[in-house]
């Protein structure tokens, strides 16, 4: 298994510029989530989806949007880039059953930058 | 979600065993207790995760007190790879999401 695999690995955008960053999983897992993480900061949760079809806010939604159309895939779309925007992005996955008992599996990231 | 309180960095040397703490006193019964690791620029790798009991993987132990109120996780046999963030976090049965903190930055030295 591949695991968790995104793509690009970097990433540099002009204000106003959309862009979407591809996550995909080979582990037939059901939970999707896409994460930012600043300098000297923690993980913050963006958006997730518990199956095909189905997604929801996290704690940062705003200037991002998801969609789910198969297991496999969670792209993550940056409609217009806006210099806070900037950032390190991580997608993870899980079984969706047992909700706390299934760990999450990270991909090893994107690194944004917005000019 | 129960908060978790780590020490911001520890020093372990090669070869021992690093024992890192984590209080998570305001643990309800219903959190799992997980450990992450983040080397430098990497994604957040998946150490281990219990209950109550105590667990053991290939890559480390997890201590978890009666109480529950505290843990610890053990890396056996530090090496330098080992040198990164380690993150504690409780995590409710029912939920998917991971709450991170700023966890303990672990150096091991030669």
């Known amino acids: 298994n591949a695991g968790v695999t995104q793509t690009p690995k970097f990433q540099v955008l002009k204000t106003g510029q959309s862009m979407t960053l591809q996550c995909a999983q080979d582990m037939n897992h059901e939970y999707m989530s896409w994460y930012r993480q600043d300098p000297g900061m923690g993980l913050r949760l963006i958006h997730y989806?518990?199956?095909?079809?189905?997604?929801d806010q996290g704690e940062v939604p705003n200037g991002y949007n998801v969609s789910r159309s198969t297991t496999e895939d969670f792209p993550l779309r940056l409609l217009s880039a806006a210099p806070s925007q900037t950032s390190v992005y991580f997608c993870?996955?899980?079984?969706?059953?047992?909700?706390?008992?299934?760990?999450?599996?990270f991909g090893n990231g994107t690194r944004l930058t917005v000019t | 979600d129960a908060k978790t309180t780590q020490p911001p960095s520890m020093d372990c040397a090669e070869g021992r065993a690093a024992n890192l703490p984590c209080n998570h006193s305001?643990?309800?019964?219903?959190?799992?207790v997980y450990w992450y690791r983040q080397i430098h620029s990497q994604g957040p790798q998946y150490i281990i995760h219990?209950?109550?009991n105590n667990e053991t993987n290939e890559m480390a132990s997890l201590i978890i007190t009666e109480d529950r109120k505290s843990s610890t996780l053990i890396l056996p046999h530090a090496t330098l790879r080992d040198t990164a963030v380690y993150y504690c976090i409780v995590r409710v049965v029912w939920d998917y999401k991971l709450s991170f903190g700023a966890g303990t930055t672990v150096t091991v030295r030669a």
């Open positions: 305001t643990i309800s019964g219903n959190e799992y």
């Open positions: 989806s518990v199956g095909a079809g189905i997604t």
């Open positions: 219990g209950l109550k």
């Open positions: 993870a996955s899980s079984y969706s059953m047992g909700g706390g008992n299934s760990p999450l599996h």
